[in-house]
């Protein structure tokens, strides 16, 4: 089977089922592997994060959430990739509310009934309290504080059995905001997922205001949520996954504007993001007839960890199942662990982007806790396991290295030498025969940053001169600036000669 793979993602690695669905889904519709490896674990993340927790080799448990960020144009197939691998969870709420529908008319009908009898025991409490009061027979009086004991018991009994409204079961969410996310994690199923094939309104949007509380739930730590028109309240073990897909304009434009604390706050450095190339143009069809069994399969098991997780929520379990590594996980773990601390020294690889590194052994031991579970294995997490979802996590390492690593910065003298080079070059194109510029032209036509800063000016012209490229020719009161022809990329320069005279220019730039 062929798939198009520019930027080597380790597909191999992946385990057997994930794999068979991704290369089935890449195989029927060329999609960039990336994207499609990308919406799958989004998937996997919402599907089993309020199943299981993981142990790191070091530190606390944590959750197995994953944030996703896939970066990619119009046309590369975001909507129809995350369609394929959130059918079953669509599906599964929509299941869930159609049931709540049609609960819904015994819960009124048991409501109205239990307002009634609430009804009748605060009257009876009423009454009981004149007779107390009409009274002062002490053996009349000791018989209603009995009957006034016994109706208190009723009562809190009763209010104990007060019907609580029925809690939506909702999993994904796309045009909202952090507050409303908290407060469905708060009031309904406690686990949720931030989903979006076209996520330019959130950026644009209120969604990615508050990263300090997308933090939090990533983090899995309570996250109080105080408010001024309505009740405060506080979520606590809640599980957010977060998949997004965003065109590259849109980030680049929300990272230089009011997301540029994006990275400082530490919620990129959560994210695997991955920019992968283009398959536009090689997606070619046939009349092949196309197999989705592995997808199918895929498909099914999403289905399957929901069902359970549902049942053992309604039962009343309140605690997750917590996945430990094996001791030979744990030694390749910690291995990775300090591999990426050494290369955060500086100059090492890692050293400008310290921010995503500084989590990607969390998103190891998470990836490698989803990969365990969701292949159906039992006991510790394998260090076999713990190396499928290694390669996986360095390959997302790299590709924020590729995406968020700092240019060198250029010095400002060498910049404007450059600018002024390339305004001299164009000049001479479009005046052909002209070898010679005056001086006061550059000050009035040339790059803007030098027209008013003539310190600024004078080093960039300096810097031709050092390295030989013009030179200042004086002709009375006026200077002239004289190209050597022999730098500029014209075929005309072959065998051109500095004259060492000026020569009369015509004026017009």
């Not at 119009?74 to 079953?88: L, M, N």
């Not at 001024?228 to 897909?245: C, E, G, N, Q």
């Not at 004289?482 to 004259?499: I, M």
């Amino acid at each position: 089977m062929y798939l198009p793979n520019p930027i080597n993602f380790p597909v191999d690695d992946l385990p057997l089922l994930i794999r068979h669905a991704v290369s089935e889904m890449q195989w029927n519709t060329r999609f960039p592997l990336p994207l499609i490896v990308s919406s799958a674990l989004g998937a996997i993340s919402l599907a089993c994060q309020n199943s299981i927790d993981v142990h790191p080799p070091i530190g606390s448990a944590s959750p197995c959430s994953l944030f996703m960020l896939l970066v990619a144009d119009s046309g590369e197939g975001k909507t129809p990739s995350d369609h394929y691998f959130t059918q079953p969870i669509r599906d599964f709420e929509e299941n869930e509310a159609r049931k709540a529908e049609l609960a819904l008319s015994e819960e009124k009908a048991y409501r109205s009934t239990w307002a009634i009898e609430l009804k009748v025991i605060e009257a009876a409490l009423k009454k009981n309290r004149k007779k107390s009061l009409s009274t002062d027979k002490p053996e009349q009086i000791d018989l209603l504080n009995v009957e006034f004991e016994n109706l208190q018991q009723k009562l809190q009994a009763h209010l104990s059995k007060e019907p609580r409204p029925q809690t939506k079961y909702k999993l994904l969410h796309s045009n909202t905001t952090p507050a409303k996310i908290a407060l469905d994690l708060y009031e309904n199923w406690p686990s949720a997922c931030l989903i979006s094939d076209e996520a330019g309104s959130l950026f644009r949007g209120e969604a990615m205001r508050d990263l300090g509380m997308l933090n939090q739930l990533w983090d899995g730590t309570p996250l109080n949520v105080d408010r001024v028109s309505s009740p405060s309240f506080k979520v606590r073990d809640a599980r957010l996954t977060i998949s997004l897909m965003v065109q590259g304009q849109i980030l680049t434009n929300y990272l230089k504007g009011r997301g540029k604390d994006a990275r400082d706050i530490g919620f990129i450095a959560r994210c695997l993001v991955a920019f992968p190339f283009s398959t536009k143009g090689s997606r070619m069809v046939n009349n092949q007839p196309q197999s989705w069994h592995n997808l199918t399969a895929f498909q099914q098991r999403i289905t399957d960890i929901l069902t359970q997780n549902k049942l053992e929520a309604d039962q009343g379990r309140q605690t997750r199942r917590i996945l430990e590594f094996s001791q030979e996980a744990k030694n390749h773990w910690i291995d990775f662990r300090n591999q990426i601390e050494l290369d955060l020294n500086a100059g090492r690889y890692l050293s400008d982007v310290a921010d995503g590194a500084s989590k990607i052994a969390l998103n190891l031991a998470r990836m490698a806790a989803l990969f365990h579970f969701f292949e159906g294995r039992d006991g510790e997490i394998s260090a076999e396991t713990l190396n499928s979802a290694r390669s996986i996590c360095n390959w997302y390492m790299h590709e924020f290295k590729r995406l968020f690593t700092k240019n060198p910065e250029v010095p400002i003298e060498v910049s404007d030498a450059n600018d002024l080079e390339q305004f001299l070059v164009r000049w001479y194109q479009n005046h052909p025969g002209m070898i010679a510029i005056q001086k006061s032209h550059i000050a009035q036509y040339g790059p803007s940053q030098l027209r008013k800063n003539a310190y600024r000016r004078k080093a960039a012209l300096n810097a031709l001169v050092y390295h030989n490229k013009i030179r200042i020719q004086p002709q009375g009161k006026t200077q002239w600036v004289e190209f050597n022809l022999n730098f500029l990329p014209t075929s005309r320069n072959t065998n051109a000669q500095f004259t060492g005279m000026p020569y009369p220019i015509n004026n017009d730039v």
